[in-house]
């Protein structure tokens, strides 16, 4: 098999992770309706949901308070980030990540900086924290523009989410626990 097929195939292979990982996170996080399984149609700043529903209402801040932000759809995924990078800035094992659609996250006051790295997938990766106090606050992934990943410790109600896998086990600290129960994914999916 000629490098480029296998390269193809491996493509293809990673695009269909991704989609199973989404469909799974979606079906758990947003039920079945048809409704939520399509968040990503809406315009900036709206995100349909079932009017039989309470309005979602998830909101979080920064250690000192000085940002303060909303989230206007309910979480896509919760997971665990095990990479060298999420343990620097979270200062501990993995990073608790949730993800959503990017037009979901809407910040109410404060100001976010900006670091900018590349991943070890060759990435760029943008994390946004508090100027003040330094809280991890979100990040931005070039390669998955249409989400966004939320630090769960930063949610006012972080005790109300399930997480549901972990990502880059390979770089896992030893003394990390790890809910073997979850999908695991050697990187990303
Ligand atoms: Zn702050
Ligand atoms: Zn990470």
Not at 29 to 41: D, I, Q, T, V, Y
Not at 89 to 100: C, D, F, H, K, Q
């Amino acid at each position: 098999m000629s490098y480029m097929a296998w390269g193809s195939i491996r493509c293809f292979g990673e695009a269909v992770r991704w989609l199973l990982f989404g469909q799974i996170a979606v079906a758990d996080f947003a039920g079945n309706s048809r409704h939520k399984l399509e968040p990503f149609s809406s315009p900036v700043g709206v995100v349909p949901m079932d009017t039989q529903e309470a309005p979602v209402s998830r909101s979080g801040q920064c250690l000192c308070g000085g940002v303060r932000y909303q989230l206007e759809a309910e979480p896509l995924s919760f997971m665990f980030c095990h990479c060298r990078d999420c343990q620097t800035v979270s200062g501990g094992g993995p990073a608790a990540i949730v993800m959503l659609p990017k037009p979901a996250f809407r910040l109410l006051q404060g100001t976010l900086k900006t670091y900018s790295k590349r991943s070890d997938r060759g990435n760029m990766a943008h994390r946004r924290f508090c100027a003040e106090c330094g809280s991890q606050i979100l990040s931005e992934l070039d390669a998955r523009p249409r989400f966004v990943f939320i630090k769960a410790g930063t949610l006012d109600d972080p005790a109300s989410l399930t997480p549901r896998a972990n990502l880059w086990i390979r770089s896992a600290q030893p003394w990390s626990a790890m809910d073997r129960t979850l999908k695991q994914f050697e990187t990303e999916p």
